[in-house]
């Protein structure tokens, strides 16, 4: 028999019940993003990718915000929704294009480029939002990049973003940060040409956030809600798509009789197109993070509205 965790063991058999039932005692919305697992999107109220998630959540008026995503999307949603109370399953639940920019780094890398507006994508932290003039993500980047007109542009933390930004901008002049994204800086360009060629009528979709050897073999570049939708859409039966597999999911139960194929990952062994901070939250820490209150996700709050500004300039941008 399965050993149950001692931090489980109080956590009920009939979870999902457990987690409405404690839902609506704590007037609390669940939101979640596409890369978690199916069972925590299916329990959740909204399921969006980053934009539509931010935009959700400055619209809430719940006691609780239960968020199933990475630590700077719930605090994002703190930041939009001070009143609610942010609570994440992992406190863990990082990202890799966060982490990798240090605010007091980057306020040095800033400070070298006096005159520059500050872009950056929604995976940093509040702090360096705070140091932003405007706020974007894998949806807008480009009409983001382009609201700034001529102007010089400090554009971090994603370097594979910034480079297919400044193309599609005609901005080749983007001052960047060189962060990347492990998961979608892992797939194979080599791997994903002999995958085509078994499958020469697959269409192939990517996200930005993917080298650009594997872009260049795309058939089509968006944000996780654009390969959603596009999937969907596509008259390509067969699909071969280069982001989080989490995707899967809400394709599957969109267009059931598509055939979805993973674009492959550097390492035939690893399963590294799951994101390995997404898939920390699990029911059984949802479950504990509503009854409990905790992990809570709290932003100071001189930082909360120096980076409320960039990220309400770029939800009425995009409206
Ligand atoms: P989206 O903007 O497509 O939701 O992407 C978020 C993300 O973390 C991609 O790795
Ligand atoms: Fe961050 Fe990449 Fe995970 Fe998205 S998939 S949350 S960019 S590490």
């Not at 019940?17 to 109220?45: F, G, P, T, W």
């Not at 390492?267 to 209150?293: F, G, H, I, Q, V």
Request: glycine content about 4%.
């Amino acid at each position: 028999m399965a050993q149950v965790q001692p931090e489980f063991q109080d956590v009920p058999d009939e979870i999902e019940e457990a987690i409405l039932d404690l839902k609506r005692e704590r007037n609390a919305v669940i939101l979640a993003h596409y890369y978690q697992e199916s069972e925590v999107q299916d329990l959740a109220d909204f399921v969006g990718d980053s934009l539509a998630l931010a935009q959700a959540a400055e619209k809430l008026e719940r006691d609780v915000i239960a968020f199933c995503g990475v630590h700077f999307m719930a605090e994002t949603a703190k930041i939009l929704n001070p009143e609610s109370t942010v609570v994440i399953p992992d406190m863990a639940a990082g990202c890799s294009l966060a982490d990798g920019c240090p605010p007091g780094e980057f306020r040095g890398f800033i400070d070298e480029h006096p005159g520059a507006k500050v872009l950056s994508y929604i995976n940093c932290s509040a702090e360096v939002k705070a140091m932003s003039d405007l706020i974007c993500t894998s949806s807008n980047a480009v009409k983001m990049t382009q609201s700034l007109g001529d102007h010089p542009i400090v554009f971090a933390p994603d370097r594979h973003l910034a480079r297919w930004v400044a193309a599609e901008a005609g901005r080749p002049d983007l001052i960047v940060w060189p962060g990347a994204c492990v998961v979608h800086e892992q797939f194979s360009a080599k791997r994903l040409a002999h995958l085509k060629v078994q499958h020469p009528d697959a269409e192939v979709l990517a996200h930005p956030e993917c080298d650009q050897a594997v872009l260049d073999q795309s058939d089509f570049i968006a944000s996780t809600t654009g390969i959603i939708q596009r999937a969907v859409d596509s008259p390509a039966q067969t699909l071969i798509i280069a982001t989080e597999d989490g995707v899967f999911h809400s394709i599957k139960q969109k267009a059931p009789d598509k055939v979805l194929i993973q674009a492959p990952g550097l390492d035939e062994s690893c399963a590294c197109n799951r994101c390995p901070y997404m898939r920390l939250n699990t029911l059984e820490k949802l479950y504990l993070c509503l009854r409990d209150l905790k992990p809570e996700v709290t932003v100071p709050e001189d930082i909360r509205v120096r980076a409320l500004q960039p990220i309400q300039r770029m939800l009425e941008l995009s409206a």
